[in-house]
């Protein structure tokens, strides 16, 4: 069963790790990420971008795919389905559609607007149990985004890293709420550390695993395989980065602190 990612990150909080969002594009990243987490025994959040959302024909489809996966492949891990990014709408939507956790990303509208809308979102949210991740601290949300020059996709050369002296002032200021890193792709070993050991509960690793994936299937396409015996049937094809899936998520989940923390 699904759960809300409100347990699993105060828990981290508290013992000083943190929990990964992994972002799904498809079944073969949701199968290689729920195996990787009953693996290492490691709760877990499932990202959906509103696009990937959009490309796995909706969000009841992809609440469908992830509950039927939870009871097929025996995931008695703990295990969060997370709206990433959602506009207000795409929020409402996932929310009625079955997950139990979303982020709104109010940052386009005024101040008022985005209060006004987070508020009503953390309402429906709180009569369902499900989580609430927004960029505002107070109003009663549940996990807050942290901009702290961290960036999504693969950080520039002249990237100045991410900036701790804000990250202390936040955690200051927010107390025993969880902080998420956004960005998770390419930040250095050392930094995640030092951000998890400064309040950070939920890092997101996206770009990383498209990465991961997109070179290993390269590399069986390169090497010919497809073109030995029945190597171009899809689930030979994938399979490579599949595996390179599951090794990514397993790296970051040893970096985060979060294996054997289910
Ligand atoms: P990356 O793609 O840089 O890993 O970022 C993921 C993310 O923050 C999703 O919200």
Redesign the pocket.
Known sequence: MLVSAKEMLTKAKAGKYAVGQF?INNLEWTKAILLTAQECNSPVIL?VSEGAGKYMCGFNTVAGMVNGMLKTLNITVPVALHL??GSYDAALQAMEDGFSSVMFDGSHYGIEENIEKTKEIIRIANEKGISVEAEIADLGVTMLAAGIGNI??VYPENWQGLNFEVLAKIQEKTGTMPLVL????GIPAEMVKKAITLGVSKV?????CQLAFAAAVRKYIEDGKDQQGKGFDPRKLLAPGVEAIKETVKEKMELFGSVGKA
């Open positions: 972002n990202g990433d990014h999504h996709g956004h960005g998770g792709t997101n690793v996206n770009t990383e």
